[in-house]
């Protein structure tokens, strides 16, 4: 037997305990090789490759401009439609995305969990990442459709839109942590998610303009607008809306009643947006806590 | 001496649901038969590795060999007693975990290595030695979809014996490929301990390989330590053993 006695031999400690979201960070390699494989993976053996992932968010933008915005009229109370469900869509597709697929992460890396220790944190974080990398073809096309129309920019830009990401990628990870761990447990939550995300995009005033739901509250108890504006979605897509789709229209003049209504945010958007970010990241905090309680026994569970 | 592995009156049970939907749930407990039983894999199990020690840990199918090995490396957690460790914990549990068949060699590699624990400069120094012992220097821009299961796991050796930490658990299976690749494997298990001072923790079946790679065996019995001692006198306790099945009964 040959011990190294130049190395000062380390302690004795519990194998098994990680050290949450902040021992990811110590892995940044590790993290950075999983995102990169999940990219590079999902467009494998396609001739369009990335194309596809412009695609997509194309196809979506045109079925709601089409039926909700020329069949159904939307166009006509809400002025550049194509921005304001643009600008929408691409925060709200990164929310769902990133929902579903750190839900599912832990569940998807079964195989890794149940015989190798790593931060198990490192699965829903690295899901968000890949969620995250995939909103810049969304954010592309916004570009082109915004800057084609008109947008020039605001001081409120960068703060507007990076508010809103932040709503959304806080809420989503700490909902995605929480769920990924009970989706080991019962894949019904991932069934639950599916659901949500169907609900998701109607939810928020992306292909309705806020001035809609007022009307349709009016003269209802203050409580059903409130609870509507509580939806940290809604604050995220008006924040995005406020960067992109508010500079293409507010200084036009030829604007009808109605379209000048539509052009009205809820109070106080960034004051609401930096407490609902506030509330995520005590959300977050709580999640790891839950994580933590039931990562114990995941190998078992798998 | 200072210890490597400590386990201290170690339990795990293991919870068996019979009913998984709300349904079969229902007709279960309408018959009055249990949701679930729980049984114990590890039960009350003591023992220490020194720093620098190989020890192979035999036992049957189901006596709770990998259990034991997954409560060391972390993967599970002890329902009761305590498990310690002393230093990084590597191991040739599963070989090639999270190899991509989508991805090239080079890039499996590197994902494989990261998930060991290596850092990308760890990995860059000893990519050559790792495609090397391996034997795949060709193929190494190629996806891994078009290795053969022999190049795969030749691979995933070469990947995990590079692994850094103190403590090296192997699950069998260990020796793998044609048999001049297992003697390979083989020898290099042994440097790791005996030149590198590593500690060996060897889960195995098979008598012959915890006899040339351990100094000291271990015998699981339904989740009981029964012996503890050398591995010669280990192979005479199962030998014992009413029901001990010819040992590699396909290995000519």
């Known amino acids: 037997m040959a011990t190294s006695d130049s190395v000062p031999a380390p ?4 194998p098994g305990y990680g050290g949450g979201l902040v021992d990811v960070f ?8 999983l995102v990169r494989k999940e990219i590079r993976v999902r467009y494998q053996g396609s001739v369009l490759g990335m194309g596809w992932s412009y695609i997509k968010p194309l196809a979506r933008f045109s079925v709601y401009f089409v039926i909700i915005g020329i069949i159904l009229g939307m166009n006509r109370a809400i002025p550049n439609f194509a921005v304001h469900i643009v600008a929408g869509m691409a925060l709200v597709h990164f929310f769902t995305e990133a929902f579903s697929s750190t839900t599912n992460s832990v569940w998807r890396n079964r195989s890794l969990v149940r015989k190798i220790f790593l931060p198990r944190e490192m699965f829903p974080v690295s899901a968000l990442l890949v969620s995250a990398v995939n909103l810049v073809p969304g954010l592309v096309i916004l570009a082109i459709v915004a800057g084609v129309t008109g947008w020039h920019p605001t001081w409120d830009v960068v703060p507007s839109f990076l508010l809103g990401f932040a709503i959304m990628a806080t809420w989503g990870m700490a909902l995605g942590l929480l769920l990924s761990g009970f989706n080991v447990y019962f894949r019904d939550f991932s069934k639950v998610v599916e659901v949500i995300i169907v609900l998701i995009p109607w939810s928020t005033p992306m292909i309705y303009s806020l001035d809609l739901v007022r009307n349709a509250f009016a003269g209802r108890p203050d409580w059903m607008i409130e609870l509507y504006l509580a939806n940290p979605l809604v604050e995220a897509v008006m924040l995005s809306q406020q960067a992109f789709w508010s500079p293409t229209v507010d200084q036009r003049d030829d604007l009808t009643a109605s379209e000048q209504a539509s052009l009205e945010m809820a109070p106080h958007l960034y004051e609401r947006g930096l407490i609902i970010v506030a509330i995520g990241l005590l959300l977050l905090w ?5 994580f933590t309680r039931l990562e114990a026994s995941f190998a078992e569970q798998l | 001496m200072t210890s490597s592995i400590v386990m201290d009156s170690v339990s795990k049970q293991f919870t068996l649901r019979h009913a998984k939907t709300l349904k079969r749930m229902v007709m279960r407990a309408a018959k009055g038969k249990p949701l679930k039983d729980s049984f114990y894999a590890v039960r009350d199990v003591s023992f220490e590795v020194e720093q620098g020690e190989s020890i192979g840990l035999m036992g049957h199918n189901g006596s709770g ?12 957690r002890p329902d009761e007693g305590e498990v310690r460790v002393r230093g990084r914990i590597a191991g040739l549990v599963e070989l090639g975990a999270g190899f991509h068949n989508d991805l090239t060699g080079r890039e499996n590699v590197f994902l494989n290595a990261a998930i060991l624990g290596m850092s990308e400069k760890e990995t860059r120094t000893k990519f050559d030695q790792i495609v090397d012992f391996a034997g795949v220097e060709r193929f190494i821009d190629t996806e891994i979809l078009h290795y053969s299961s022999g190049m795969r796991m030749r691979l995933g050796f070469a990947i995990a014996v590079e ?14 490929g044609d048999a001049p690749f297992k003697k390979k494997c083989i020898t290099k298990i042994k440097e790791l301990n005996q030149v590198e001072g590593r500690t060996i923790f060897l889960v195995s079946h098979s008598v012959k390989q915890v006899q040339r790679i351990c100094d000291r065996a271990l015998v699981l019995e339904q989740g009981s330590l029964a012996f503890d001692g050398t591995p010669k006198e280990a192979v005479k306790f199962m030998r014992g053993d009413e029901d001990l099945e010819d040992e590699d009964p396909l290995d000519f």
């Open chain 2, 65 to 76: 060999k990998t259990t034991l090995l997954k409560l060391a490396s972390g993967v599970m």
């Open chain 1, 286 to 290: 709580f999640a790891q806590k839950v």
């Open chain 1, 11 to 14: 302690s004795l400690r519990d």
């Open chain 1, 26 to 33: 110590r892995h940044r390699h590790l993290l950075k090789l």
């Open chain 2, 163 to 176: 692994a850094p930490g103190e403590v090296f658990l192997i699950d069998e299976g260990l020796a793998v």
